[in-house]
C-alpha cells in the first residue's frame, strides 16, 4: 500500500495510495498483472537472527559468539560488507564469501531533501529495481524527538489507483525481507538517529508480500530493536489477509485504506473494492479488533469534490457505529502528483469534514502533510528515474501468507 501513496504526510501515508486490485481468488491472477514472487537470495546475512547467525558461524566451524559478533557488526554499526567484519578473523570472512554469503545492503541512487527535514531515498536493489523509503524526522516542543522510516514492500504497486504515482510505474515484484529492513537502516544513517517508528505506507501492497513483511516486521522489532506498537502496517484490504495477520497477534497497528463511506464511491477509487465489498472488509476489521485488542485505523484520503463533503463524513460515521468500537480515522488530504485529475481539498473542507466526525463520537486525526518539495508522494520520484513502466515478469501473483516464524 504505499506511503501513503501520499507518502509523505505525517507519518506518511500510503493511505492515498488505496491500492486498487482485482483480488478475488477466481479472477487475482488475470486481472492482474503477472508479477515475480521475488527473486529469492537465501545467502543473506541482514534480516536473519542472532540464534540463525550463530547456527551459521557453528555450521562454517567457528564458535556461537561469532554469530553475536556478526549480529553487532550487521545491526549496530551497519557494516556493509563482510570484508569490512574487522573483529572476525580473515578465515571466517573469506569462508563466507566462498559460501556465497552478502549482508545485503544496497547503494542509495538517489537523495532528495525537503525543507520540511523530510528525506526521500532511492535504493537500487541488486537487480538494478528502485524502491522508495521516506525518513520523517519530527521533533517536539519538550525536545524529544520522532524519526519516522516508511519502507516500501514491492517494486512497485499492482493496484494502480489512479490518484497514485507508483501505480502509474508499473509493477515488477516482491521485495525480500532484506529488502525491507535495510530501509530502515539506510534512513537512520541518513539522520544519524535511531528510526523510532515504522510505517509500511511506501511502494506496494504489504498484504500481497505478508511472508516477507512478517519476517521483516520480526527484525525490525527483535534485532533493530523497534517496538512492535511503534510499526503500523496499511492495506487497501486484499480477502482473506487480515485474518491471516491476525493470527500472529501482533501489536502492531493494521491501518486500511477505506477512502469512501459506501461501496459504490468506494469502487470509484479502489478498483479492488468490486472483489472485497466494504461489508466485508468491515467484518473482518472488527473480528481483527476482537481477536487482537488492537484497534484498526482507516486512512481516508480527502479528493476535492469527490469524497470529502460533510456529508461523506457523516455517512462514515454512521458505518463505523454500525460495525462497533475500536476504530480511528486518519483523514490524509491529496498530495498532488503530476498527471492526476484528482486535487487537493482546501483546508476549510478538511476542517469541516474532521468536525462532522468529532461531533458524531469518532476519534479522527489529520494527517500533516510532509515534503512536497521532495517528489514525496508515493512513487514520485522513483518515476522521474525510471520513464518507462515496469513489467511484471513472472505468471503468479497470489498473497504471500505462509509465514512460518514466531513474532
Known sequence: MALLQHLCSAPLTRAIRSRSLTLSSRTMSTALTPTRVAHVDSHVLLGMSEQELQQLSLDLGQQSYR???????????????????????????????????????SSIHQSVTAADGTVKLLIKLADNRLVETVGIPVEHDKGSFRLTACVSSQVGCPLRCSFCATGKGGYSRNLQRHEIVEQVLAIEEIFKQRVTNVVFMGMGEPMLNLKSVIEAHRCLNKDVQIGQRMITISSVGVPNT??????????????IS??????????????????????AIMKDCRDYFLETSRRVSF????????NDAVEHAIELAELLHEWGPGYHVNLIPFNPIEGSEFQRPYNKAVQAFAAAL????????????????????CGQL??????????SDSNNLQPQLDVPIAC
Not at 258 to 264: G, I
Not at 366 to 377: I, K
Open 67 to 105: 554469530g553475536k559478533q556478526l549480529h553487532h557488526l550487521i545491526y549496530k554499526r551497519k557494516v556493509k560488507e563482510i570484508q569490512d567484519f574487522s573483529q572476525l578473523p580473515q578465515a571466517f570472512r573469506n569462508d563466507l564469501q566462498e559460501g556465497g554469503w552478502r549482508v545485503g545492503r
Open 242 to 255: 487480515i485474518k491471516k495477520l491476525a493470527s500472529y497477534k501482533l501489536q502492531s497497528t493494521l491501518a
Open 258 to 279: 477505506l477512502h469512501a463511506p459506501n461501496q459504490k464511491l468506494r469502487e470509484t477509487i479502489v478498483p479492488s473494492a468490486k472483489s472485497y465489498p466494504l461489508d
Open 299 to 306: 486512512e481516508y484520503t480527502l479528493l476535492a469534490g469527490v
Open 358 to 377: 468529532e461531533s458524531r463520537k469518532v476519534t479522527v486525526s489529520v494527517r500533516q502533510t510532509r515534503g512536497l518539495d521532495a517528489s514525496a508522494a
Open 382 to 391: 522513483r518515476n522521474e528515474f525510471q520513464k518507462s513502466p515496469l513489467q
